[in-house]
């Protein structure tokens, strides 16, 4: 009977969901950095419950248990800035709705507009009563359409046998729907699909059903062609591979692998993993990750190494070649041919499992060609933890770490590398010169809400913050955007 009635609620839920809109009350102050806050949700889901292990089955009555984090709003690839109008997604709390929600800001007219889909959170393995943190949503928007694009609860859903029917959650617009009017903004620019939930079980133009299946980590962006690029993971963590597919403004493209899984059987001698990212940056296609391998007698407990490449393609298909310019073959099974420091050198213990990096890295590249790393080492045996800043002037032939103090994410505009993130619960900006490591903090936001969770874009020389608030009870949180000016 409680699943009769979950479900009475979850259909009429699907038969009433709406457009909520909203004029966003847009606060301006005239301080520094700082441009404008605006309140996106006071209702973004959030696991108020129990961390339990993946064997974990029971449904807690009085809170929502998770596997990993507690918190999916906001996270992943969940904000866009295109034109004058910023894109955000999250999921709408508490535990007994959990429908997916992209919200669209009009920075002329201060006009927030939310649309609500029928999809709701589907959970550990599918069960919906645990929270899954890897299943965020993925928005992206094509510069050659107009059209936006969703991804959506994904973590190798081909494994699931109640996801056979559900194991790509894919939701995309007509043309010209990123760019459509306030009060034009609503479900119906979105196509819908034959079973009536406006989820497509393939990307229109790939066949590849059984990579589809076991997607993991999607996100989206753009080339400087317009084309827009989903990225994903495809496989496990210690062997997995990255990949990639390209639409068009029609159809898409791909799949195009990175590296190959099973890499033990082509050369390399343990198979391995990768923790990183696709971008496309100082004009051209990049990929930069840190390494997880199989070898389970080193001191690494998990990601070890700097691994880069490059290619002059601008559909990122060929002339992939590493850092110091020689050619490289994809799919990679070496890493080796790919790597450029080892931040786990700064670590004194050499005893088995005890270099962790898990957390920190980033990569950037100035449109001068600067190439900029950040990672974090933490030494278990001695309890440090090591901050590294990588870096390589355009023009230059090797690259040089050094310590450096302020973690956080890696963005550029104009001839400055910035890192941005939060600092005790607010924004705090520091930068340096391309090519440099003299990070010095030119802004801290000093008033408001506290944040304990952000993820952003920067876009045109701005900055775009989405925010949790750090206080709440419940399942239910607040999510902000807030936005600042990086001045040259």
Excluded at 3 to 32: C, E
Excluded at 441 to 462: I, M, R
Aim: proline share 2%.
């Amino acid at each position: 009977m409680k699943y009769l009635k979950f479900f009475s609620r979850w259909f009429v839920g699907v038969l009433l969901f709406v457009t909520y809109g909203a004029l966003a009350q847009v606060a301006t102050i005239s301080q520094n950095y700082f441009v404008s806050q605006i309140k996106v949700t006071d209702s973004a889901m959030f696991f108020d419950g129990n961390k339990v292990t993946g064997k974990h089955t029971e449904n807690n009555p009085n809170g929502f248990d998770y596997i990993f984090g507690d918190a999916l709003s906001p996270h992943g690839d969940c904000i866009k800035v295109y034109k004058n109008f910023v894109f955000m997604t999250w999921y709408h709390g508490g535990k007994d709705d959990r429908r997916v929600m992209l919200s669209r800001l009009n920075t002329k007219t201060g006009m927030l507009k939310t649309i609500a889909f029928p999809h709701r959170h589907t959970g550990f393995k599918g069960k919906w009563w645990l929270g899954e943190s890897h299943n965020t949503i993925a928005v992206g928007i094509s510069p050659k359409n107009d059209s936006i694009h969703l991804l959506y609860d994904m973590h190798r859903n081909g494994r699931v046998n109640a996801f056979a029917d559900d194991y790509l959650r894919y939701s995309y617009t007509l043309d010209g729907a990123a760019t459509v009017p306030d009060e034009q903004f609503n479900l119906s620019l979105f196509v819908n699909s034959k079973a009536g939930h406006y989820k497509h079980l393939a990307f229109p133009g790939i066949n590849d059903i059984e990579t589809t299946k076991l997607l993991t980590y999607p996100a989206f962006f753009t080339g400087d062609n317009g084309d827009l690029f989903m990225k994903m993971r495809f496989g496990f963590s210690a062997n997995g591979k990255m990949l990639f597919a390209r639409f068009d403004g029609k159809q898409w493209h791909g799949y195009t692998d990175f590296n190959r899984v099973l890499a033990s059987e082509h050369g390399s001698k343990y198979n391995w993993g990768l923790y990183g990212d696709f971008k496309y940056v100082g004009g051209k296609f990049r990929v930069a990750f840190q390494r997880r391998s199989k070898n389970k007698t080193d001191k690494y407990l998990y990601q070890n190494g700097i691994y880069y490449a490059y290619s002059d393609d601008p559909i990122g298909v060929s002339n992939w070649q590493n850092a110091y310019g020689e050619p490289i073959a994809l799919p990679l099974a070496k890493s080796e041919l790919i790597k450029i420091a080892e931040p786990g050198d700064w670590a004194k213990t050499t005893k088995k499992d005890q270099v962790s990096i898990v957390h920190g890295f980033d990569f950037t590249v100035t449109d001068d060609g600067d190439e900029h790393f950040v990672s974090q080492v933490k030494d278990l045996e001695f309890d440090q933890v090591i901050n590294l800043h990588t870096f390589r002037k355009s023009g230059s032939k090797e690259f040089t770490t050094v310590k450096y103090e302020t973690g956080s994410q890696l963005y550029t505009a104009g001839n400055y590398v910035y890192l941005i993130g939060l600092n005790n619960g607010r924004v705090n900006i520091a930068r340096t010169k391309g090519g440099e490591s003299n990070f010095k903090v030119v802004y801290q936001h000093k008033q408001g809400p506290q944040f304990d969770k952000g993820v952003l874009y920067v876009a045109d020389g701005k900055v775009y913050y989405y925010l949790k608030k750090a206080d709440g009870e419940g399942d239910k949180r607040t999510l902000y955007l807030q936005v600042f000016n990086l001045k040259s």
